[in-house]
């Protein structure tokens, strides 16, 4: 072969090695283009408008919480925060160095702004200052145009008006975070600052913080946005609508912390359920989680021998003493154990197994039939009655009414309390139930435990004829924009099937312990009452080789006595010898309820007589 055949077969090869990479290079790009015009054209065109567009949320004004006659529980305050959004901030650490000269910015808030640049888009604004005064916003108005990315911002914060005095049912807010989003899509709280953390802002987290309004910017390249595309305004969150009265709760906060009383009151309206007032004494100022608690607040609360944390309202745990007996005495009187008319002699004690159990008045009280019982808290009757009952009848009777499993509301962190059964002795002391602790058990002492709201709730089926409310405090949701109100529904209470002798040989030894006997302090000319008094020994510690111990007092009742309109179930810790501190926190809740021309200053100084305050 010449060597110009050669050279030409050479050329003939490369060039058609050319034309085929042409001819793929040709062909891919046809796919290409079929790709992205036509199989993934959406995609595509979604990836397009976001990056000349950007979606900045306008966060929701919180929910209030109202008292019933519409005074504000939780509300929302404006305050100004100096903020900085780092894509239209120039050269960033110096402008945040220059920033902290001027204003007293928490280094711990710097390092958050520098640590998270990257978890948020940059045309979002971050809060370097919480609270700006006005000083503080006039300083940085006349410089403002020396820093370029910072403002100052008016946003809601959640401000609670009357500090600790309803913190144990309204609860409070905190900042977000993973720890309190359990139960919650983390998805919604992307950019919210508050979420529920206890009470009824817990509870009702969902229907208070509203939905999000958003603002679509048009952005550069940089993400810089230059113009507002859209806005969306944020739907506020419901208001909601509650039972409590805050003339009454001021009432009772009054006559327990001028005593320095440690302990609960919770007030319901018998007939449906509606919690008037729930106190936990003491307590702690809401405002102080909001934007989250100081350590010096914290370690002041977990140091505290009162236990402030603690909504003994809900949690507190106590032996009920000898409100149980009224409890009792109905399941006896239903069951036959004993006739209205039974009577029985009370010498002061009586003796079992060769042990003596007393009688709170060791002189005795003679014959003692079933009303003088409950009037006088009569033991030695009670005693007797436990023996004929039994523990089976005993736990039935609790049961029934409630105890040993938590009371039904609408609120979070109700304690079950303790009803004690011979399995479970048996099985946590390896020993038999003994006749001797159905007498203990008897006058509400031992290992039986309740809670004010088990106590309240019993009580009102007393007062109402039978029926075992369900309890709520939030009444309505009310739509702020509307003003259309939602009211919610309330669970039909439970029939107890109380025959009517029953209840009206147990109402009538009430009436006669507010008339005549060991509540007789109570009793308030023109207004006819029920109640019964508890006085529980509880161990405190050991002196000697011995168990030491003090008392609490209790008291639950109603009023009026035929038209119940109020049931209370008070709880004082600690009340020493015949315990009687319960019953001026009782009578304010009542009468600052049912005598609305009283004067709140005058419940301070509602006093008893301890001598006719025992049982």
Known sequence: MSPNAEKTGRFRG???????????AFLYLIWRLVDLEVLHYQRFRQMAQANHTAIVPDAPARGLILASHGQILAANHPRYVLELIPDETEHLHGTLQRLEQLFPIPPKNVRHLLHTLDDK????????????????????????????GVQVAAQWHRYYPYQ????????????????????????????????????????????????????????????????????IAPTPGDNLQTSLRLRVQRAVARVMRRNHFRGALVAVNPKNGAVIASYSNPSFNANWFVDGISDTHWQSLLHDKGRPLLNRVAQGLYPPGSCIKPFYSIEALQDKVIQPDFHTYCPGYIRLGGHVYWDWYRSGFGETGLTKA?????????????????????????????????????????????????????????????????????????????????LVRAVSAIANGGYLPYLHVVTALINPETGVRQALPIAPPKNLHIP????????????????????????????AMAGKTGTAEVPIGYQNGRTIYNDDSLFIGWAPLHHPQIAVAAVVEDGGNNAWQALPVAKAAILSDLRPKMKLRDFTNIVVNPAQAFG
């Open 14 to 24: 490369r060039l058609a090695v050319a034309i085929v990479l042409l001819l793929l």
């Open 164 to 231: 600790k005095l309803f913190t144990s049912v309204v609860g409070y807010v905190g900042p977000v975070s993973a720890r309190n989003l359990k139960g919650f899509d983390p998805q919604k709280y992307i950019y919210r600052r508050f979420i529920g953390e206890s009470g009824l802002e817990y509870a009702f987290e969902r229907q208070l913080r509203g939905k999000f309004g958003y603002q679509i910017k048009e952005v550069d390249a940089f993400g810089v946005p230059v113009a507002n595309l859209r806005n």
């Open 121 to 148: 888009p940059p045309y979002i604004p971050r809060i370097l200052l919480h609270h700006l005064d006005a000083a503080q916003i006039a300083d940085f108005s006349v410089r403002d145009m020396e820093f370029p």
């Open 374 to 454: 409950l009037a006088w808290s009569v033991d030695v009757f009670f005693y007797k009655l436990a023996i004929k009952m039994g523990i089976q009848r005993q736990d039935a009777a609790l049961w029934r009414f409630g105890f040993g499993k938590p009371a039904p509301i609408d609120t979070p962190g109700s304690a079950s309390g303790f009803v004690p059964t011979p399995r479970w002795k048996e099985v946590h002391f390896h020993q038999p139930w003994y006749t001797g602790d159905s007498v203990i058990l008897g006058i509400g002492q031992g290992y039986l435990l309740v809670t004010p709201l088990q």
């Open 500 to 527: 009517a002798f029953a209840l009206r040989a147990v109402r009538k030894g009430m009436t006669a312990c507010v008339t005549r006997g060991t509540c007789k302090s109570m009793a308030t000319p023109g207004l």
